[in-house]
């Protein structure tokens, strides 16, 4: 069977309104990779080095980044070969089928949330200021409440935004759940001390932690954090279960550079990439596996409450090369 046909099966088979999610979310993307796309099998009528050289640059504006594109275009050269391929239009299907099955080779493709076996699991969230965590703390919480039957509980540990404390209250409002705050400026840690005690004296399955993108440097956010994990160790041996770190699909390369950086500092277990409705170069959840092979556990689709949704490798592939199926 072809790669589109096993792949639309495999859709057709999922929640038809997480498909629509993808489908929309994944819309800039899309339609830029696939208009680039067809008017480059318009221009060639048979493939050569220089058709492989577009290629090579569509893929990397569409932020699937370096090493991965050579990785995909290289599989792709292989295949043209042994099939003596001439015609560029029926290399598309090849070019997904190589992103998918490049992303799932040796991938840890777990999205599940890893839960404490009894009492409290405590999910930390980590990265830079306007990626969007507060707004995924939200969202977050939503889902696992909703999905998971879980009591949720969140902590304002991010004490250094102007905004983010009274940001995060009010998403607690909305939800109808506690939310552990401290004064603006104050010990980011001990609020999460105290939302550590409130979760556990209140029976909460879920804490999720707020924490600062951006301290004095590097060596003080590193520090910060080391001193939460220990905090959170204390209080819950198993803690954090989660520590996931929200990457703004927007900023590209850099926003995946900020990530390796975030690797160093701190041991992360999932990926959120949010904002991805808000790209047209969807390839960057390629380029975090190539960078970092850390799980993308959730990506962002659109602003709504129920748009972050658990990153689906079949969905997600569909949604950015649908137009290319025809
Ligand atoms: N379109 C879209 N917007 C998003 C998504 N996730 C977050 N946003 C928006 O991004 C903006 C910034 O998100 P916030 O959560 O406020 O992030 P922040 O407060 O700037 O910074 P941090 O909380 O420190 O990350 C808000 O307007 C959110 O609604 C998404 O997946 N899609």
Not at 53 to 70: A, Q, R
Request: hydrophobic content about 40%; charged content about 30%.
């Amino acid at each position: 069977m072809g790669f589109f046909k096993s792949i639309k099966e495999a859709i057709v088979g999922k929640s038809a309104k997480t498909n629509e999610k993808y489908v929309a979310g994944l819309d800039k993307s899309s339609e830029t990779f696939s208009s680039r796309m067809n008017a480059l099998a318009a221009r060639y009528r048979e493939i050569d080095d220089n058709y492989f050289e577009e290629l090579e640059n569509i893929l990397i504006m569409s932020d699937v980044g370096v090493n991965m594109v050579m990785t995909i275009v290289d599989e792709i050269k292989k295949e043209v070969r042994l099939n003596n391929i001439k015609d560029p239009r029926e290399i598309n299907e090849i070019i997904a089928d190589k992103m998918f099955v490049i992303y799932a080779n040796d991938s840890i493709m777990t999205t599940k949330l890893n839960y404490a076996k009894e009492g409290l699991t405590v999910i930390l969230m980590v990265g830079v200021n306007g990626a969007g965590k507060t707004t995924t703390i939200g969202k977050l919480a939503h889902k696992i409440m909703e999905e998971d039957h879980k009591k949720v509980m969140v902590a304002a540990g991010d004490t250094f935004r102007a905004g983010a404390i009274d940001q995060l209250a009010v998403w607690a409002e909305r939800l109808g759940i506690e939310c552990v705050t401290g004064k603006e400026g104050g010990d980011p840690s001990s609020v999460i001390f105290d939302g550590l005690k409130r979760a556990k004296e209140a029976h909460a399955d879920v804490l999720i932690c707020d924490t600062a993108g951006r301290l004095q440097n590097k060596v003080g956010l590193m520090k910060e954090l080391e001193k939460m994990n220990r905090i959170i160790k204390r209080e819950v041996p198993d803690g954090p279960q989660e520590t996931l770190l929200v990457i703004d699909a927007t900023t590209g390369q850099n926003g995946v550079n900020q990530a390796v950086e975030f690797s160093k500092i701190t041991d992360i277990t999932g990926i959120v990439l949010t904002k991805m409705d808000g790209t047209a170069k969807g390839g960057i959840v390629l380029s975090i596996k190539d960078m970092l092979n850390i799980p993308v556990k959730f990506i962002g689709l659109g602003e709504k409450i129920d748009d972050l949704q658990e990153f689906d490798l079949e969905q997600y592939i569909y949604g950015l090369c649908h137009d290319l199926m025809g």
